[in-house]
Antibody, heavy 119, light 106 residues
């Protein structure tokens, strides 16, 4: 059974770069799309973007200028970088695998990593 | 972006009740609609994909229906473990978008 685990610093200073890793266990990262989603405190879910195992990416236009998602198949993980962060980027960040057949859905998800942006 | 509007935003119910949550898309998404259950501090869980397909292992009291712009998630008989927040999500077009959530409370 595939399991995902997000990891990274829980505190980032304003204007710096947020960096998170999603480690995949119980299965291969190859052949799937890997998504990042976030949830600010008290708010809804926002899709950040995805990467296919080959390296193809698709980002939310609202974040595109600041986001980089990468994949390392040798380490079976993907990573999220979000630059020039502000307090508005404080959120729980989730990674999720996307199934793509005749439709597309997110399953499974990681438990999430809380990142606080504060000096 | 496709806007997803869920209703109600919160719902009080009792064990054994039948509840229905609705999700409306701002444009047609055919059946590219998924439902997730989220409990605090836990990973969101997929319940229904492609509008009406039940994920393997999810209890049959959960069901989904709809196409185009209007969708529903129904829980036929609430169990204690069902009290959570439920989200719809469209996967027809990027950026993928979610409804604002429906918090199901006792």
């Amino acid at each position: 059974q595939v399991q995902l685990q997000e990891s990274g610093p829980g505190l980032v200073k304003p204007s710096e770069t947020l960096s998170l890793t999603c480690s995949v266990s119980g299965g291969s990262i190859s052949g799937y799309y890997w998504n990042w989603i976030r949830q600010p405190p008290g708010k809804g879910l926002e899709w950040i973007g995805y990467i296919y195992s080959s390296g193809i990416t698709n980002y939310n236009p609202s974040l595109k200028s600041r986001v980089t998602i990468s994949v390392d198949t040798s380490k079976n993980h993907c990573s999220l970088k979000l630059s020039s962060v502000t307090a508005a980027d404080t959120a729980v960040y989730y990674c999720a695998r996307m199934y793509s057949t005749s439709s597309y859905w997110l399953d499974p998800w990681g438990q999430g990593a809380l990142v606080t942006v504060s000096s | 972006d496709i806007q997803m509007t869920q209703s109600p935003s919160s719902l009080s119910a009792s064990e054994g009740d039948r509840v229905t949550i609705t999700c409306r898309a701002s444009q047609s998404i055919t059946t590219y609609l998924n439902w997730y259950q989220h409990k605090p501090g836990k990973a969101p869980k997929l319940l229904i994909y492609a509008a009406s397909s039940l994920k393997s292992g999810v209890p049959s009291r959960f069901s989904g229906s709809g196409s185009g712009t209007d969708f529903t998630l129904t829980i036929s008989s609430l169990q204690p473990e069902d009290f959570a927040t439920y989200y719809c999500q469209q996967s027809d077009n990027t950026p993928y978008t979610f409804g604002q959530g429906t918090k199901l409370e006792i």
